[in-house]
């Protein structure tokens, strides 16, 4: 943790002694990756891509008194600094690799615990929730900024400068993604977190994760740990599945191998009242062996908001009665109520209790870009949740935009292509067919090459949806502009809910200012 001399660092790194007398004197209190956020007592690590060159700030940052740098050996901005400047480098083959192993070091260091968050769809979310949650009276916690989740984000976040030995946090709150085979064992590898999270399991980044099964058994790979504490749905068979393979698991430098099932008696399982009683052998004999079990439903609902309720169950029965346990979650739908569930149930592992919930849970702040609602001033309702779209979170957004509140109302629901599905983009994209040709009293418009291939699938039985549904379908390539759909033919968007949604290339957040700046 930090503070950490020059010395210190430069051993962590290169795992030798370092010969630079004044490094023994140099103390830093964080980590900048950015040349112009640069501040005192700051390593800074000098990072390459393909439109930026770290490196090329060196020579400008030491002489502003950059006291450290890690660096790769073979830069020619390495090669032309000073002697004196030269010094103050860690020079090393691969400068991300190299940062990642000081992270690894910095975790060694933590006396707190690490919480773990993965999962296909509500990562972000989920995280949000679970650090307020944990964030009450005289608590502080730490956790990864925005959606910060991969190679570098990780190493980024474990190396806060909130990581202070003199103001320690009592926890931290990992967001982990994953876009390639192989990437979730590094990350745990890294982060070994003491408790792990997942959240719903689905189709993600398929270009490199091939399917959906290979996807959700590499986020599997964050439970294949028999030292952590598992949180985890049990309705999603696709966690439970997992519960029945062999695995090898590396821990710390060793590798152990396990039959699964693992012990799973430190488990918190999270499951719907609705599903509660349902009979599942294998169910049966989990709620007989794990540590608690929260079950969850939802009370009362609007399009923009529900109370939900939780009981927690051991093995010895109910633990703590239901009035202490009704909570209001300011955002939409059955998905984000999961979600809640199981930040709550990581929260009760934590041990804090019903007051110091409810008082973290007041600090909560929806992220951006996920499941927006407001009203605007010409009483139109725009649900923005142009961060990310995946074919579960498309079907939320829809399940929540058909609520019985708004069905009277037109809707403009515009849908963007989602990305990174690979090879399955068009079975994935077809498949929206099911849910978009019930919508009623709708304009529908699909925008992007990969839309169009449910477009066409729409167009066949457009004669049915305009006489019985009266919802009419649009489609724009991905080159044109999608504020084009904003000037259809009877849409005059007063009185409309506008649901937007789209993967972040799609850029669909451009239409939300216009639609903003038009109503406002």
């Known amino acids: 943790m930090w503070p950490l001399t020059g010395k210190e660092i430069y051993q962590a790194i290169l795992e030798e002694s370092c010969p630079f007398e004044t ?15 640069l501040k005192p007592q700051q390593f800074f690590v000098a990072l390459q891509g393909e439109n930026f060159d770290g490196h090329s700030y060196l020579q400008e940052c030491f002489e502003k008194e950059l006291p450290l740098a890690l660096v790769n050996k ?12 030269r ?37 972000t979310t989920t995280k ?6 944990l964030s009450g009276p005289n608590y ?16 980024i976040t474990l190396c806060q400068e909130e990581h202070n030995i003199k103001e320690q ?45 290979s996807a959700a058994n590499e986020e599997l790979f964050l439970f294949r740990n028999p030292y952590t504490t598992r949180i985890w749905q049990l309705a999603d068979e696709r966690i439970l599945s997992g519960f029945t393979h062999d695995i090898n698991i590396q821990y710390r430098g060793k590798v152990t191998h396990h039959k699964y099932p693992l012990s799973i008696e430190k488990d918190f399982l999270v499951i719907e009242k609705c599903e509660f009683d349902q009979e599942y052998t294998q169910r049966d004999f989990i709620f007989e062996n794990t540590e608690r079990t929260i079950v969850w439903e939802i009370i009362n609902e609007t399009p923009t908001k529900s109370e939900i309720k939780l009981e927690i169950f051991s093995k010895e029965g109910k633990l703590f009665t239901e009035s202490n346990h009704i909570y209001e979650i300011p955002l939409p739908g059955k998905h984000n109520a999961a979600n809640f569930a199981l930040a709550f149930a990581t929260a009760i592992k934590m041990k804090r209790t019903p007051r110091e919930i409810l008082e973290g849970w007041k600090n909560f702040v929806p992220p951006p870009m996920r499941s927006k609602i407001s009203t605007l001033k010409n009483g139109t309702i725009l649900f923005d949740d142009t961060y990310n779209a995946s ?17 009277d109302k037109p809707k403009l629901i515009i849908l963007g292509d989602m990305l990174d599905l690979g090879s399955e983009s068009k079975y994935w994209h077809e498949l929206l067919f099911h849910p978009l040709k019930n919508l009623q009293r709708s304009y529908l418009c699909l925008y992007g090459s990969a839309m169009y291939d449910c477009f066409k699938l729409l167009k066949e039985t457009e004669e049915t949806l305009i006489k019985e549904n009266n919802t009419r379908i649009f489609w724009l390539a991905a080159e044109e502009d999608p ?20 993967s972040r290339g799609m850029k669909l957040d451009r239409l939300v200012k216009v639609i903003e700046e038009k109503c406002c």
């Open 87 to 123: 010094e103050k480098c860690i020079e090393v083959e691969n400068v991300l690799i190299s940062f990642r192993q000081f992270a690894q070091f910095m975790r060694h260091r933590f006396p707190f615990p690490v919480i773990g968050i993965g999962g296909s769809n509500g990562k």
């Open 140 to 155: 502080k916690v730490t956790k990864t900024q925005k959606s910060e989740n991969g190679f570098l984000g990780l190493a």
């Open 483 to 502: 504020v084009a759909f904003l000037n259809i033919e009877g849409v005059d968007l007063s009185q409309f809910v506008i649901l937007i949604k789209g």
């Open 23 to 37: 490094l023994e004197n140099v103390t830093l209190i964080g980590v900048c990756t950015d040349s112009r956020k």
């Open 128 to 133: 949000e929730m679970l650090a307020s949650l």
């Open 391 to 407: 074919p579960m979170s498309i079907e939320a957004a829809l399940n929540t935009i058909e609520n019985k509140e708004w069905a």
């Open 169 to 213: 946090p009592h926890a931290l709150v990992l967001e982990i993604g994953i876009d390639e085979m192989g990437a979730m064992q590094q990350h745990v590898d890294l982060s070994e977190p003491d408790i792990s999270v997942l959240t719903a399991l689905g189709p993600e980044h398929l270009e490199r994760l091939k399917n959906w099964e």
């Open 74 to 85: 073979d830069s020619k901005f390495v090669n032309e600094l000073k002697p004196e400047f």
